[in-house]
């Protein structure tokens, strides 16, 4: 099987022989095209999981804004296992925080929370449908850091929050209870994830 996307490719070899084959066969061919394969991002990975239970140095790779590679699951049974599946990369959680930092959110008390709401859901709306589509528990982090940032601009924004972390992010998740629709996440899991 193989999955290209721009001149990012994922082929998958049922061994790790016939990768190693393949691998040697592409560099070839693209040396004599006068190209080479990428370093770092050429490498041959082992799917880990449940069943594949072998060891080898390589269990994780990242292609298009995801990381595959070994994770918690759950059958429809209740019962857990280790499925080898894509999730929010590092990288991309990375980009998607320095995003929400650039909006300096304590910075603006003079709006009010339904002006930035109407700014950063299509954002935020943009990112679940990307990043949520697998593995929905690697974007609660991204949330959570949001939900931190829209507290500390309840502090700023209300005088008797000045001061009192604890108190504005209960603040937050009566707003988020009130108003579950505003954000995407709030929609989602039916509250703010701090408080």
């Not at 041959?44 to 080898?56: A, F, I, L, P």
């Not at 859901?121 to 949330?143: D, E, T």
């Not at 500390?152 to 972390?165: C, E, I, P, T, V």
């Amino acid at each position: 099987m193989f999955e290209r996307y721009a001149d990012d490719a994922v082929c998958h070899c049922v061994t790790e022989r016939l990768a190693r084959e393949l691998k040697q066969a592409l560099e070839i061919r693209f040396d004599q095209c006068g190209l080479k394969l990428h370093p770092e991002k050429t490498k041959v990975v082992y799917c880990k999981d449940s069943r594949r239970k072998g060891e080898y140095p390589q269990i994780e790779f990242d292609f298009l804004g995801y990381c595959f590679r070994p994770r918690l699951a759950i059958d429809p049974k209740g019962q857990h296992f280790t499925s080898f599946i894509p999730g929010v990369s590092a990288k991309s959680m990375l980009k998607m925080r320095e995003r929400i930092r650039t909006w300096r959110l304590g910075d603006h008390a003079l709006l009010n929370l339904e002006d930035i709401r109407r700014f950063i859901n299509p954002i935020l709306k943009g990112w679940w449908q990307y990043y949520g589509r697998f593995y929905k528990s690697a974007m609660f982090r991204l949330f959570k850091y949001l939900d931190e940032r829209l507290a500390a601009y309840l502090r700023r924004k209300y005088r008797n929050l000045f001061g009192h972390k604890g108190q504005s992010l209960r603040k937050l998740n009566e707003i988020a209870k009130t108003h579950p629709s505003w954000l995407i996440h709030w929609k989602i899991y039916g509250r703010a994830m701090v408080g």
